[in-house]
């Protein structure tokens, strides 16, 4: 399975993934396809997923402030609706009480009879009445109506009967009282005729109070009801706690008007909490309204569409994904295998470029040769000459002298082939020691006649300390063949040729040939080491001299830069290390070995 | 036959201009242009062998100079390099000469070709 698995990988893996050609690693432009790859996936994934995630954020934080906003605002108006209600129903009976007091007076109030109907008219005006009842100034409840049974109950100790004397007008809480049942009372503070004060007090059920709530309860999510100033519920909550327990909830601090704020529950739940403080035109009440919504279940709609806006994006952006690792990858892939193919032509350029060097050797040393064969043939056929022409071949001195020249000829033809077939082994890839003297020497042997003919002066400046240098001594020689070539070239007859070597860092060597030929045009100094630039007529030049020169110190870890002035001449400078192998272990190394 | 033999290889012109006196032609040998054109100065030849390349005057510059001192004077060139004389010159005067090393017989042969 695994096996079928890398095979699978094998077959779709990009070429780029796995480069193995370290022999042309020298002539490719980029080294590292994979980060290159790496860095265009990023880069492209960045630049198209990071705006469409800023986007989908603010689109969500926009329609969150703007959920919210609306949420308050409802919470607000439903609260606000609630308490007009609330503050309307208390008031509406305070105000009744008082109507009472005041028309019917204190003597009429203390009949039963008479208190009975006026309860029953209130009762058929308002409803939500229980019991109504008149408490003297001494606190002994004096005349009673209703269904129990408190005539003569002494309510002077208790904090209502105070606080209705203080105010004038009073509303309870609620609470259970003598009858065990939950009720709101409200009291009415007037006066008799001989100055003394009583007080007419009615029971409010707080059923129909509750009823009046419940209909501002919108929705299974929200939540209304009543407590007071410490936080005792007043009516039974959903959530908050049973009716005289403790709300679960921070009592809300005061305000005159409707609010609505966000904050969570004791449960961690997110809520709006509506409140407002209920008072009378006529008297405080000792009530808190409050509506709390649960903003979960009012966020649902919005969170199914977020839902889906998520699913959207998401598939999007693994689309684009998809789409930038395809494009990326086809993309490096086709790069590389141009810079691939590049880097082929450029290896068998060098190889047909090194069998032209050595052609145009042979070609060169075939010329040197004929020289001393000519002489050798001269010699030769003078010796002939003499026995043939003239019978002289006894202890002749002359004939003793010519074979002495042929000898000597002969070890001239035989010190030129030794330097071609030493030439002709240093091509193969070998690091060694390098005199750099020797070296050029063994190049400018090539040029040496040349120089005579056409009066060409050459200077060599090698400092006496240079240390040998540890590169391969083949390349080097073919890298100081083509530049010293192209320097003859360009120089006309009587001009000077300058090989200067000189350290050039703590472990680099400087070789600068410098010639005060034709020199270049500024325009083509930038193309002379693109392949097949030429400016020698068609069939001339091949245009790779430089491009392969520069390949090859590039091979040497070396670097190579030129200047040029039209007319004046041309300097290049090649920088070499003193020791490659130092600089082929510090490249594996940072190629991870 | 008067001969005029230029080579800056001093050995070789020496050797040739023995062999061609033994073969009863009359031969001057020098080693460079300057000494050829002291000699054709003072001297009449029917013809002058000249070495293409050579250090100071070369070959294709002396002939340019011998034909305006001495017009009679016939070129024969010798080169270590056949294909240089058609490239350098690349004229029918140049039609004579010899890429070394060479049989003396088939100079011989030019010489008297070019006396013709």
């Given at each position: 399975m695994i096996d079928r698995f890398r095979s699978v990988f094998r077959a779709i893996h990009p070429k780029f993934y796995r480069q193995k050609h370290k022999h042309l690693d020298h002539y490719f432009t980029f080294t590292n396809y994979r980060k290159i790859w790496a860095i265009g996936i990023f880069g492209l994934g960045a630049a198209a997923l990071l705006p469409l995630l800023v986007i989908t954020m603010i689109h969500y934080q926009l329609i969150q402030t703007s959920v919210d906003s609306e949420l308050i605002l409802r919470t607000e108006r439903v609260a606000s609706n609630a308490r007009r209600a609330v503050t309307f129903f208390l008031e509406e009976r305070l105000n009744?009480?008082?109507?009472?007091?005041?028309?019917?007076?204190?003597?009429?109030?203390?009949?039963?009879?008479?208190?009975?109907?006026?309860?029953?008219?209130?009762?058929?005006?308002?409803?939500?009445l229980t019991d109504l009842s008149v408490i003297a100034h001494t606190g002994i409840q004096v005349a009673y109506a209703g269904p129990f049974k408190l005539e003569g109950k002494n309510y002077s100790g208790q904090i209502w009967f105070a606080e209705c004397q203080k105010h004038n007008l009073y509303v309870s809480e609620i609470f259970r009282g003598y009858r065990d049942l939950p009720?709101?009372?409200?009291?009415?503070?007037?006066?008799?005729?001989?100055?003394?004060?009583?007080?007419?007090?009615?029971?409010?059920?707080?059923?129909?109070?509750?009823?009046?709530?419940?209909?501002?309860?919108?929705?299974?999510?929200?939540?209304?009801?009543?407590?007071?100033?410490?936080?005792?519920?007043?009516?039974?909550?959903?959530?908050?706690?049973?009716?005289?327990?403790?709300?679960?909830?921070?009592?809300?601090?005061?305000?005159?008007?409707t609010q609505a704020v966000m904050t969570t529950d004791a449960q961690g739940h997110s809520i709006i909490m509506g409140y407002?403080?209920?008072?009378?035109?006529?008297?405080?009440?000792?009530?808190?309204?409050?509506?709390?919504?649960?903003?979960?279940?009012?966020?649902?709609?919005?969170?199914?569409?977020?839902?889906?806006i998520n699913w959207f994006v998401g598939f999007s952006m693994v689309v684009i994904a998809i789409v930038i690792i395809i494009t990326c990858t086809f993309m490096v892939n086709k790069l590389y295998l141009a810079d691939k193919s590049k880097a082929e032509t450029m290896a068998l350029m060098e190889q047909a470029n090194q069998l032209a060097s050595i052609g145009q050797l042979a070609a060169g040393v075939a010329h040197e040769i004929n020289n001393p064969l000519a002489l050798i043939n001269e010699t030769a056929g003078y010796v002939r000459d003499l026995f043939v022409i003239k019978e002289q071949y006894q202890k002749d001195e002359e004939l003793l002298e010519n074979i002495d020249s042929i000898l000597e000829a002969v070890e001239r033809c035989g010190r030129i082939t030794r330097q071609l077939l030493g030439f002709a082994r240093k091509f193969d890839v070998k690091i060694q020691k390098v005199n750099l003297s020797e070296v050029i020497s063994d190049v400018l042997i090539f040029h040496g006649k040349e120089a005579e003919y056409r009066n060409i002066k050459v200077h060599v400046d090698v400092p006496e300390n240079m240390p040998e240098i540890e590169t391969d001594r083949g390349k080097l020689q073919q890298i100081l063949l083509n530049l010293v070539n192209?320097?003859?070239?360009?120089?006309?007859?009587?001009?000077?040729?300058?090989?200067?070597?000189?350290?050039?860092?703590?472990?680099?060597?400087?070789?600068?040939?410098?010639?005060?030929?034709?020199?270049?045009?500024?325009e083509n100094l930038s193309k002379i080491f693109d392949p097949f630039f030429t400016t020698k007529e068609r069939g001339q030049g091949t245009g790779l001299g430089l491009t392969i020169t520069y390949s090859l110190i590039k091979k040497l870890y070396g670097s190579l830069t030129v200047e040029s002035k039209e007319g004046l001449g041309t300097v290049f400078i090649i920088n070499l290390p003193i020791s490659i192998q130092e600089k082929i272990i510090a490249h594996e190394n940072s190629f991870g070995g | 036959m008067k001969i005029l033999l230029v080579d800056d290889e001093k050995k070789f012109a020496m050797m040739l201009a023995k062999r061609l006196a033994l073969r009863g032609i009359d031969?001057?040998?020098?080693?460079?242009?300057?000494?050829?054109?002291?000699?054709?100065?003072?001297?009449?030849?029917?013809?002058?062998?000249?070495?293409?390349?050579?250090?100071?005057?070369?070959?294709?510059?002396?002939?340019?100079?011998?034909?305006?001192?001495?017009?009679?004077t016939k070129i024969v060139f010798l080169t270590g390099h056949g294909s240089e004389i058609d490239f350098e010159t690349g004229s029918a005067e140049a039609a004579y000469?010899?890429?070394?090393?060479?049989?003396?017989?088939?100079?011989?042969?030019?010489?008297?070709?070019?006396?013709?």
């Open positions: 009744a009480l008082s109507f009472t007091v005041n028309e019917i007076g204190y003597e009429q109030l203390t009949n039963s009879d008479h208190l009975a109907e006026i309860l029953r008219n209130l009762k058929l005006g308002f409803g939500g009720h709101i009372i409200i009291a009415v503070k007037s006066f008799r005729p001989d100055g003394t004060f009583f007080i007419l007090r009615a029971t409010l059920e707080t059923q129909r109070l509750i009823q009046t709530l419940s209909a501002y309860q919108t929705g299974e999510h929200a939540d209304i009801f009543l407590t007071n100033h410490t936080g005792i519920m007043q009516t039974v909550s959903k959530h908050y706690g049973g009716i005289f327990e403790k709300m679960t909830l921070p009592v809300p601090n005061f305000s005159s008007r407002a403080y209920i008072y009378t035109q006529v008297a405080d009440t000792p009530f808190i309204l409050m509506v709390i919504k649960q903003k979960a279940g009012m966020m649902r709609v919005w969170q199914e569409l977020r839902s889906n192209n320097a003859f070239q360009a120089m006309a007859d009587g001009c000077r040729l300058n090989i200067d070597v000189a350290s050039s860092g703590p472990d680099q060597i400087s070789i600068a040939i410098s010639d005060n030929g034709c020199g270049m045009p500024e | 031969v001057d040998y020098v080693f460079t242009g300057e000494q050829a054109l002291a000699k054709a100065e003072n001297n009449k030849y029917d013809v002058a062998i000249l070495d293409v390349k050579m250090p100071g005057i070369g070959g294709i510059e002396l002939k340019r100079k011998l034909s305006r001192l001495s017009p009679e000469y010899l890429t070394k090393p060479f049989q003396l017989e088939k100079l011989i042969e030019i010489l008297n070709e070019v006396v013709e």
